[in-house]
């Protein structure tokens, strides 16, 4: 009896050796099968991974670009116009806070347009020959972006004070309301991780400053 039960565990354990060596086995040659297989795995899963991911964008991300440079500098411009022009504090301030959100997006935004080989708009260049704008999309316009067209920017800059106060404000509305459109547009059908990623920032920023004007224009 004692024999039996003696041979009977010899042969479980026999077959528990053969066992794991078999799973060693195993994993010995999912390695050896791909040769390289865990450095392939890695050469294509982060380095080439991040790399494609950085390069990843579409039509409507140069779009979003090249339109939304043009939107920008005209904003700025018009902000730097009431540190000199302005009577209310919170108009300065204001002013003072768009320029300082923006101008960081335009250099953002010409970086990403030279590395895709694509055209930066140049500084007070013309806003109609660049792609998703409307030159006739000023305040009270029908077009998405919002910009004020050249008679409406003299009326400004001619402006001091009160009134200049109310243009200004009523005028960046405007403006804001395009910028939050074109940037709702990139969030939806944009593909690049940065641009999509400020295009939320402008929805967010621009929408929390259209309500703070329309509070100093006694619209809130």
Known sequence: ???????????????????????????????????????????????????????????????????????????????????????SAKVKDLAARIEKAQDPEIRAMSGWLKSWDEKVPASGGSMGSMPGMDHSAHAGGSGMSGMMDDKEMEKLKKASGAGFDTMFLTMMVEHHRGAVEMATTEKTKGRYGPATAMADDIVTGQTAEITEMNKLLGKG
Do not use: W, Y
Request: aromatic share 2%.
């Open 1 to 87: 009896m004692r024999n039996t039960r003696t041979r009977a565990r010899r042969a479980a354990l026999a077959a528990t050796a053969v066992t794991a060596a078999l799973v060693l086995a195993a994993c010995g040659n999912d390695g050896d099968t791909t040769g390289s297989g865990h450095q392939d795995h890695g050469s294509t899963s982060p380095k080439a991974s991040a790399t494609a991911t950085a390069g990843a964008h579409n039509v409507q991300d140069v779009s979003f670009a090249q339109g939304m440079i043009p939107h920008h500098q005209q904003a700025l411009e018009m902000a730097r116009l009431a540190a000199g022009r302005a009577s």
